[in-house]
């Protein structure tokens, strides 16, 4: 079955603990993004890769790293997670420019 | 400037009945799809829908059909015949291409559709 898969489902951490949600995906493609997602504001791109080794910023990448040493796997790491980094997070992926992206099932991230 | 405008925070439908959500764009770019993304209370993201800024005729999948009208920017999302599990929040996304770094699907803050009994 083709998907986006995250984890882990839900993470409750502590400020300055790092931190890592995978994303692995058995599509092939090329174009992996992480986005947050909040009350009021929508889903935020934090960073995006077209292809292996490299990675891009988004809008809203403070905070925030990626690594893409394989086609399949996006990580996110959080190094020193902060209470503003509470939120859902979502993994996507996706081939052409033209084509729908899919998601994961998302990770609900608390720092407290 | 917001790029995906979804006007209705809210809207509200009687089971069967259609209902239009509002969405308007904005880009310079000639070459872009508009996509629509449904989010149930259990938080996934499903794709319902696109349209790419060359098609000549409204995108439709079954029971949902993009009202595309390119000269006013807009991609409204027209569902037919609701059900109670069309209950969800609706998002509106672009991706902007012909431009290696615009390759971001831009949300728009979504509109939250509630089916009635």
């Known amino acids: 079955e083709a998907q986006v898969t995250q984890n882990p489902r839900y993470l409750i951490t502590v400020t300055g603990k790092k931190l890592t949600v995978t994303c692995s995906q058995n599509m092939n493609h090329e174009y992996m993004s992480w986005y947050r997602q909040d009350p009021g504001l929508g889903l935020r791109q934090i960073y995006y890769s077209m292809n292996v080794e490299v990675t891009d910023k988004g809008d809203v990448p403070e905070g925030y790293k990626v690594s893409r040493k394989e086609k399949r796997n996006f990580p996110l790491i959080l190094e020193s997670p902060s209470p503003n980094q509470t939120s859902l997070y979502f993994c996507?992926?996706?081939?052409?420019?033209?084509?729908?992206?899919?998601f994961g099932n998302g990770t609900r991230l608390t720092v407290t | 400037a917001q790029k995906i405008t979804q006007t209705q925070p809210g809207m509200f439908v009687q089971e069967k009945e259609a209902v239009t959500l509002d969405c308007t764009y904005d880009t310079s770019d000639p070459s872009y799809g508009l996509f629509w993304y449904k989010q149930p209370s259990s938080g996934e993201m499903i794709f319902l829908i696109y349209?790419?800024?060359?098609?000549?005729q409204n995108a439709t999948e079954g029971r949902y059909s993009l009202n595309f009208q390119k000269a006013r920017k807009s991609a409204n999302l027209v569902i037919s015949a609701s059900q109670l599990g069309d209950s969800a929040m609706y998002f509106c996304a672009m991706r902007e291409g012909g431009n290696q770094a615009g390759t971001a699907l831009i949300f728009g803050k979504g509109t939250t559709l509630s089916v009635s009994s």
């Open positions: 349209q790419g800024s060359y098609d000549q």
């Open positions: 996507a992926s996706g081939q052409q420019i033209n084509s729908p992206l899919h």
